[in-house]
């Protein structure tokens, strides 16, 4: 079982950034895939990026491509999720999940994929 916390949440201006983190603890966490997800009031949960256990293939949301990239360091069982140019509409708890066949090249987006999360860390961003 793996077990996430996030951390590096918090209230930004329009157009800033913010690096939030995903430490984990548990043997597999580095033989799978890591998902963040994003939840703002009020809406469904909606996959934001991924990354296999390599680090080399990710995927994005449309909404974040181009602003937001994810990357993960086996050695510190951390993930990362680095935002930049955030939007109002960024606003929202942000969660880290993990999950997927071990050692696969594929990135889930779906969060049924993922079968350990988080308790989410939240991000605000003011206009």
């Known amino acids: 079982q793996v077990q996430l916390v996030e951390s590096g949440g918090g209230l930004v201006q329009a157009g800033g950034s913010l690096r939030l983190s995903c430490a984990a603890s548990?043997?597999?966490?580095?033989?799978?895939?890591v998902g963040w997800f994003s939840q703002a009031p009020g809406k469904e949960r909606e996959f934001v990026a991924g990354?296999?256990?390599?680090?080399?293939?990710?995927s994005y949301a449309d909404s974040v491509k181009g602003r937001f990239t994810i990357s993960r360091d086996n050695t510190k069982n951390t993930v990362y999720l680095q935002m930049n140019s955030l939007k109002p509409e960024d606003t929202a708890v942000y969660y880290c999940?993990?999950?997927?066949?071990?050692?696969?090249?594929?990135?889930?987006?779906?969060?049924?994929?993922?079968?350990?999360w988080g308790p989410g860390t939240q991000v605000t961003v003011s206009s």
């Open positions: 548990g043997r597999t966490f580095r033989m799978i895939a």
């Open positions: 999940s993990a999950g997927g066949g071990l050692y696969s090249d594929y990135v889930p987006r779906r969060s049924p994929d993922f079968g350990s």
């Open positions: 990354i296999n256990w390599s680090g080399h293939s990710t």
